[in-house]
């Protein structure tokens, strides 16, 4: 099935810049990891530095770049904020056609030399 853009946009390259946007702000395992937390329920981000084992302030960049992507929003609570799936259902939905898209492709973009594994060695 293509990739499909029907919102109005000034230039015609436009649809894809914003998916190319969209997959950037994917394109992180913490970002996953994160994204796939919060499909579980809201979380503050205490509560997602514990799980992840990360600094409080990589979690926080992390969270501003999906909050900046609108894949998620937050709300005050008491002096924390917690934090949701903007579309929980669109998003669940995109990260299993990405888990069906790597098991027809066995993999392969892990040995891919740009984006693989190893790339960034």
Do not use: Y
């Amino acid at each position: 099935m293509a990739m499909i853009f029907t919102h109005a946009v000034d230039a015609p390259e436009a649809p894809l810049t914003a998916a190319a946007c969209l997959f950037h702000g994917f394109s992180d395992r913490s970002r996953l990891v994160i994204l796939q937390h919060l499909l579980l329920g809201e979380h503050r981000v205490v509560e997602l530095t514990e799980h992840l084992g990360l600094a409080q302030s990589t979690v926080s960049k992390h969270l501003a770049c999906l909050r900046d992507c609108g894949l998620i929003t937050s709300r005050p609570e008491g002096r924390a904020s917690v934090f949701s799936v903007t579309h929980p259902e669109a998003t669940t939905a995109l990260l299993a056609a990405a888990e069906q898209l790597l098991d027809l492709t066995g993999f392969a973009v892990t040995l891919c030399p740009n984006h693989g594994v190893t790339a960034h060695d």
